[in-house]
């Protein structure tokens, strides 16, 4: 009994005197590794985007355009003068003739008569019968070659005698009787240069208007 106490207390000391031991624990790791296991699972759930609707936006309806169908012009006509009245006319031509017979008898030939010159002529003699006096320049203030140039008469040279008479008669008379070297009418009537004349009658203020074209 007293050999057994003291060999105890020898191992006690002995045990306490003994370096730690550390070699590894083959449990141990085992739980530490346990417990340091952590699975963290992230549960995410995507909520989906909506998917992006195609926005159409409606074209707006095209409104017919209406293109105003533009008002037919007037065809613009050529103003025809009426034909001079058959005793205008009658009286045209007798002037005609009496020049004539004034050139023969002087020796020079006769003029043909020309209805281009006569259109004129006439228009021209209306022109002075309207507005009650005779001129050589119209009441729009065409002269000669613009009034022979309206009725397409486009000789390179023209001129003109107008007179207020009673008669063809008396008006041809008041043309040739003219003293030289004032006589600008008489030698007109029987210049060797003229080839043609139109004459133009219209009734006036008593008496008429005789105007009488020459050209060449």
């Known amino acids: ?44 759930t995507a909520t989906p985007s909506p998917t992006p609707t195609a926005t159409v936006t409606p074209s707006p309806t095209p409104t017919p355009t209406v293109t105003p169908t533009p008002s037919p012009r007037a065809t613009p006509t050529a103003t025809i003068s009426p034909a001079p009245t058959p005793d205008a006319a009658d009286r045209a031509h007798r002037v005609w003739r009496l020049i004539n017979q004034a050139r023969a008898q002087n020796g020079f030939p006769s003029l043909v008569y020309n209805d281009d010159l006569a259109l004129a002529a006439q228009r021209h003699a209306e022109d002075c019968a309207q507005r009650g006096y005779g001129s050589h320049i119209g009441s729009d203030g065409a002269d000669l070659r613009t009034r022979l140039l309206r009725v397409g008469y486009r000789r390179r040279w023209a001129t003109e005698s107008w007179a207020w008479a009673r008669s063809p008669q008396r008006a041809v008379a008041m043309w040739l009787d003219e003293t030289p070297p004032d006589d600008p009418h008489r030698r007109m009537l029987l210049s060797p240069r003229l080839k043609e004349v139109g004459v133009g009658v219209a009734p006036g ?3 008429y208007y005789f105007i009488a074209d020459f050209g060449r």
Do not use: E, Q, W, Y
């Open 1 to 44: 009994m007293k050999i057994i106490f003291p060999a105890i207390i020898l191992a006690l000391f002995l045990a306490a005197c003994a370096p730690p031991d550390t070699s590894p624990d083959p449990v141990a790791p085992a739980i530490r590794t346990k417990r340091a296991t952590f699975t963290a699972t992230a549960t995410f």
């Open 205 to 207: 203020n008593g008496g």
